[in-house]
C-alpha cells in the first residue's frame, strides 16, 4: 500500500519558519520526482515546488521567492519543505505528492499520482 | 503562466443526474496536457483523469474526460453518492502547472 505521510506543521509567527516532511512508502521513492502542492483553507490547490529523483533538478513557485528550500532524503524515503520568511498568505494545507511515473529525467511539470492527507500551517501572530 | 477557469461554481444534481463540468484555459494546453481531480471535505485530492481523456488505474467508467487545446469537460455519466465534492482541473504542459478554481458538485 502506497502510503504519503506529512508532518511538521503547525502555528508560527510572520516572519517564523518551519520544516515540513514526507514519508513516503509502498513505492520506489527514489525513482520519483516529489512535489509539494498547497491549499489554503476553503480555497483552490497551489503548487509549491518539486524536486526531482536525484536533487538534480528543482523548481519552485514564484510566489515562493527564495523563501522555501525542498530537498529529499532518499535514503530514508523521505521529502523536505523549509519555509523561511513566512507569511500570513502561506497559511494552508501542504501536500506532498508525486510524479506519476518513475523518471531519470529533468524534472517536468505534470500530474500527481499519490497525495499524502496534507498538513496545516497556520502563520498568525 | 496559463489560467485555468472553470464553470460552474457549483453544481446543484440528484443521484444518477448526469453531471457536466468545463475547464477553459486562457491559452492552448500543450498536448492535451490536462488532468482532473475529486476531492472530498477533509481529504486529499485523487487523480481521476489524465491526458484529458485517460482514466486513473481504479476510476469508474461513468468518469469521462474529453477537450482539447483550451476547452475541457468532465463527464459524471450517473451520479452516486459518493461524487458529491469538489473537482479541479490542472494544466501540466508548460511550467507551472496550474489548477482551476474548482467546481463544486453537491446534492440537489
Known amino acids: 500500500e502506497v502510503q504519503l505521510v506529512e508532518s511538521g506543521g503547525g502555528l508560527v509567527q510572520p516572519g517564523r519558519s518551519l520544516r515540513l516532511s514526507c514519508v513516503v512508502s509502498?513505492?520506489?521513492?527514489?525513482?520519483?520526482?516529489m512535489h509539494w502542492v498547497r491549499q489554503a483553507p476553503g480555497k483552490g490547490l497551489e503548487w509549491v515546488s518539486g524536486?526531482?529523483?536525484?536533487?538534480?533538478?528543482?523548481a519552485y513557485a514564484d510566489f515562493v521567492e527564495g523563501r522555501f528550500t525542498i530537498s529529499r532524503d532518499n535514503a530514508k524515503n523521505s521529502l523536505y519543505l523549509q519555509m523561511n520568511s513566512l507569511r500570513t498568505e502561506d497559511t494552508g494545507f501542504y501536500y506532498c505528492?508525486?510524479?506519476?511515473?518513475?523518471?531519470?529525467?529533468?524534472?517536468?511539470?505534470?500530474?500527481?499520482?499519490?497525495w499524502g492527507q496534507g498538513t496545516l500551517v497556520t502563520v498568525s501572530s | 503562466e496559463i489560467v485555468l477557469t472553470q464553470s460552474p461554481g457549483t453544481l446543484s444534481l440528484s443521484p444518477g443526474e448526469r453531471a457536466t463540468l468545463s475547464c477553459r484555459a486562457s491559452?492552448?494546453?500543450?498536448?492535451?496536457?490536462l488532468a482532473w481531480y475529486q476531492q472530498k471535505p477533509g481529504q486529499a485530492p485523487r487523480i481521476l483523469i489524465y491526458?484529458?481523456?485517460s482514466r486513473a488505474t481504479g476510476i469508474p467508467d461513468r468518469f469521462s474526460g474529453s477537450g482539447s487545446a483550451t476547452d475541457f469537460t468532465l463527464t459524471i455519466s450517473r451520479l452516486e453518492t459518493e461524487d458529491f465534492a469538489v473537482y479541479y482541473c490542472?494544466?501540466?504542459?508548460?511550467?507551472?502547472?496550474?489548477f482551476g478554481q474548482g467546481t463544486k458538485v453537491e446534492i440537489k
Open positions: 491559452q492552448s494546453v500543450s498536448s492535451s496536457y
Open positions: 509502498g513505492f520506489p521513492f527514489e525513482k520519483y520526482a
Open positions: 490542472q494544466q501540466y504542459g508548460y511550467s507551472p502547472g496550474t
Open positions: 505528492a508525486s510524479d506519476p511515473i518513475a523518471s531519470t529525467g529533468p524534472l517536468v511539470p505534470t500530474y500527481f499520482d499519490y
Open positions: 491526458g484529458a481523456s
Open positions: 524536486l526531482s529523483w536525484n536533487s538534480g533538478s528543482v
